[in-house]
């Protein structure tokens, strides 16, 4: 079963800062397969990438994606205050079958 | 507009069943998978399972296999998520949300409001 490490647990940024986002699979993921979310406070998780680097429908410019094998980014370039969340990445993997999420990453306001 | 709307909040005792539902409208509900999430209080997101409500085909999380049954009734558009043996361990926010499938890739596009389950004595 592959595992998603994220890192940082938390990172403290100041708004218009720039913020990247690690996502380390225990074995070789498919670019195909790998998402990313953000959870707002008492919200549920909205879809953000897909595909590594493809922007969901109404996701802003400021977010991208990259990566390939076992490393992915997530970057947001320059931080808005409504930035500041919780970010899954997450794999579908096909042994054994099912989409893993990794522990998340807190971004705060430094 | 797509909505998933999920059944209210619950409180039960361990030992008790259980089922809750996540209700689809404003598309074709048998196109796309409904896929349900657990996230525990503080914690992140976990993946439980998924039907394909057209044939009601399952697949489940080994984490989550024989503990939970996931299941759909087309012709309401609902999604449905049974405990038989409620554990204090069970208490959690529950998401439903719709796979979505684009070429090669997946996304979860769109989310319930979470149902929030507590169980204790």
């Known amino acids: 079963e592959t595992v998603l490490t994220q890192s940082p647990d938390t990172l403290s940024l100041s708004p218009g800062e720039r913020a990247n986002l690690s996502c380390r699979a225990s074995?070789?993921?498919?670019?195909?397969?790998l998402t990313w979310y953000q959870q707002r406070p008492g919200q549920a998780p909205k879809l953000l990438m897909y595909?590594?680097?493809s922007r969901a429908t109404g996701i802003p410019e400021r977010f991208s994606g990259s990566g390939s094998g076992t490393d992915f980014t997530l970057t947001i370039s320059r931080l808005e205050p409504e930035d500041f969340a919780v970010y899954y990445c997450q794999q579908y993997g096909t042994s054994p079958p099912g989409y893993t999420f990794g522990q998340g990453t807190k971004l705060e306001i430094k | 507009e797509v909505h998933l709307v999920q059944s209210g909040a619950e409180v039960k005792k361990p030992g008790e069943s259980l089922r809750i539902s996540c209700k689809g409208s404003?598309?074709?509900?048998?196109?796309?998978?409904i896929t349900w999430v657990r996230q525990m209080p503080g914690k992140g997101l976990e993946w439980m399972g998924r039907?394909?409500?057209?044939?009601?085909?399952?697949s489940y999380s080994p984490s989550f296999q024989g503990l939970v049954t996931i299941s759909a009734d087309k012709s309401t558009s609902t999604a449905f998520l049974q405990w038989n043996n409620l554990k204090a361990s069970d208490s959690a926010m529950y998401y439903c949300a719709r796979l979505l499938v684009l070429g090669h890739s997946y996304g979860l596009d769109y989310w319930g409001q979470g149902t929030l389950v507590t169980v204790s004595s």
């Open positions: 595909g590594a680097s």
């Open positions: 404003g598309y074709r509900f048998t196109n796309y998978y």
């Open positions: 039907i394909d409500p057209s044939d009601s085909y399952t």
């Open positions: 074995q070789s993921v498919s670019s195909s397969h």
